[in-house]
């Protein structure tokens, strides 16, 4: 251990990491920067071929300066053999993803072969770090049993091996990856300490050093608090609308208690993690469990946020005199949240889906995100807005909340609807402009 924990102090520790999506790519990028040499693993040839020129699929602030630098330098070398990586490292990263099934059941079949591979290459003295959120009990009777089985070595006598779960999100990866705290998860303590070494040469986070089930539960609860408290938030919502006051107003008020934090509600909530994570904790459930039913609750609650959208938007446009079919409608955002051009389970799909169901022409506008879940896209805002009969805000991007909202109206058709699917507009100012305007928990 001494060892190692040498070589991580001197940067002359080799790492391999393996799966370099949203969070293993920065991840190598960060490591390399530190003064390592990585090698990334991917088992996708074209994800390879990517970070080879230097390209990144999702736009990340400062990731492909970083990555120019590290690839130029020799410090991140990437490959697509994870047998040949481990064996040629002192540490491995694991940051392939755990998605769900059709039935909302976890699927660990990227997991289990990354084991797989890692246990071949695997020798006495290396570590092993998975960041992967996994549902409880993945690290004992998975990870650990294929490394060990696999590889007939013993955890924490052979190797170490600790659960260091991501907590980095889209659009401020690498700022949180440099101040996060971060949980340590282990069976033994010398995984602990020399997962802590390697972990604090890029984080001024605290280190937070658990056992491998609690680190597992714990990622699980943080997005579902979120996913909860956004559901709440939602169904505040709604109920705002019936009792005919503003959700922005309440949610205000309430927060300025001491112990009161409740998030925004919103036309959906979307991304790779609060969408699945709930489902992951609630893997183990016993189906007799009848009384645990607030995390499927909410889940459902966030779910059914972008068929609310759709109906304030009927409901708009009757007001304003016109019929959904063949009405014209600029949707404001594709990506799951503002300022990242990520799409993933955005509530976009859904909105854009049912407007074209009934009848209505679409067309999209994102200033970061390529995707238009089979509508017409526009170039630029004025392009989205020009000559439809409503728009919706479905994206918080910063651009649209600094909006013009005299241009806009100068260009859509005449008696415009605008529904504020992220509250980001202020209603008194919107109708005194001459807009129908709805809002999700909004007085109409
Ligand atoms: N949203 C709302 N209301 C809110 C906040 C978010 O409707 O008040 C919506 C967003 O529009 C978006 C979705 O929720 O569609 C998810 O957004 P998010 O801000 O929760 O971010 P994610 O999914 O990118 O990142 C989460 C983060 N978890 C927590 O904040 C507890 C991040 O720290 C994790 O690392 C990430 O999941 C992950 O990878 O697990």
């Known amino acids: 251990m001494i060892e190692l924990i040498g070589k991580l102090k001197k940067r002359e520790a080799r790492i391999a990491i393996v799966g370099l999506g949203r969070v293993g790519l920065p991840t190598a990028a960060v490591f390399a920067d530190a003064g390592y040499h990585v090698i990334g693993v991917d088992?996708?040839?074209?994800?390879?071929?990517?970070?080879?020129?230097?390209?990144?699929?999702?736009?990340e602030p400062g990731l492909e300066e970083i990555l120019k630098k590290v690839v130029n330098s020799n410090r991140l070398k990437v490959s697509t053999e994870t047998v040949h990586a481990v064996k040629e490292c002192d540490v491995v990263i694991v940051c392939v993803q755990t998605p769900s099934d059709s039935q909302r059941k976890p699927d660990l079949t990227y997991l289990k072969r990354a084991c797989?591979?890692?246990?071949?290459?695997?020798?006495?003295?290396?570590?092993?770090?998975?960041?992967?959120?996994?549902?409880?009990?993945?690290?004992?009777?998975?990870?650990?049993?294929?490394?060990?089985?696999?590889?007939?070595?013993?955890?924490?006598?052979?190797?170490?091996?600790?659960?260091c779960p991501e907590r980095i999100t889209s659009g401020k990866i690498l700022q949180e990856f440099a101040t996060s705290s971060r949980i340590?998860?282990?069976?033994?303590?010398?995984?602990?300490?020399?997962?802590?070494?390697?972990?604090k040469t890029v984080t001024n986070g605290d280190l937070l050093l658990t056992d491998c089930?609690?680190?597992?539960?714990?990622?699980?609860?943080?997005?579902?608090?979120?996913?909860?408290?956004?559901?709440?938030?939602?169904?505040?919502?709604?109920?705002?609308?019936?009792?005919?006051?503003?959700?922005?107003?309440?949610?205000?008020?309430?927060?300025?208690h001491s112990r009161v934090n409740i998030h925004s509600p919103g036309c959906g909530v979307g991304g790779p993690c609060l969408t699945k994570d709930p489902y992951l904790l609630l893997s183990l459930r016993r189906?007799?469990?009848?009384?645990?039913?607030?995390?499927?609750?909410?889940?459902?609650?966030n779910d059914f946020m972008p068929s609310h959208a759709i109906r304030l938007?009927?409901?708009?446009?009757?007001?304003?005199?016109?019929d959904v079919k063949n009405s014209r409608v600029a949707v404001l955002?594709?990506?799951?949240?503002?300022?990242?051009?990520?799409?993933s389970n955005s509530p976009a799909e859904q909105i854009i889906g049912e407007l074209k169901n009934l009848g209505a022409k679409v067309v999209v506008y994102d200033p970061f995100c390529e995707e238009s879940f089979?509508?017409?896209?526009?170039?630029?805002?004025?392009?989205?807005?020009?000559?439809?009969?409503?728009?919706?805000?479905?994206?918080?991007?910063?651009?649209?909340?600094?909006?013009?909202?005299?241009?806009?109206?100068?260009?859509?058709?005449?008696?415009?609807?605008?529904?504020?699917?992220r509250l980001i507009f202020e209603p008194l100012e919107v109708r005194r402009l001459g807009f129908t305007y709805y809002g999700i928990g909004r007085v109409t």
């Open 43 to 59: 088992i996708r040839s074209d994800v390879i071929q990517a970070i080879s020129l230097k390209k990144i699929r999702t736009k």
């Open 116 to 163: 797989k591979e890692i246990a071949q290459g695997l020798s006495k003295r290396k570590l092993v770090i998975i960041e992967s959120t996994v549902p409880p009990g993945t690290m004992k009777n998975v990870a650990a049993k294929i490394l060990e089985n696999e590889s007939m070595t013993k955890c924490g006598v052979d190797f170490w091996l600790a659960y």
């Open 184 to 199: 340590i998860g282990s069976f033994d303590k010398d995984s602990a300490k020399v997962a802590a070494e390697l972990l």
């Open 213 to 256: 089930g609690s680190a597992e539960v714990a990622k699980l609860a943080e997005n579902t608090f979120r996913d909860v408290n956004i559901a709440f938030a939602n169904e505040l919502a709604l109920i705002c609308e019936q009792a005919k006051v503003d959700v922005k107003e309440v949610i205000r008020l309430a927060n300025t």
């Open 287 to 301: 189906s007799e469990a009848k009384e645990q039913k607030i995390i499927e609750a909410s889940r459902k609650m």
């Open 313 to 322: 938007v009927v409901k708009a446009l009757g007001k304003a005199g016109k």
């Open 333 to 343: 955002g594709v990506a799951y949240k503002g300022e990242t051009d990520d799409a």
């Open 374 to 421: 089979g509508a017409e896209r526009a170039q630029d805002l004025w392009e989205a807005v020009k000559g439809v009969d409503c728009l919706i805000t479905v994206t918080a991007h910063n651009a649209f909340q600094r909006l013009s909202l005299q241009k806009v109206k100068a260009l859509m058709n005449e008696c415009p609807v605008i529904v504020d699917g």
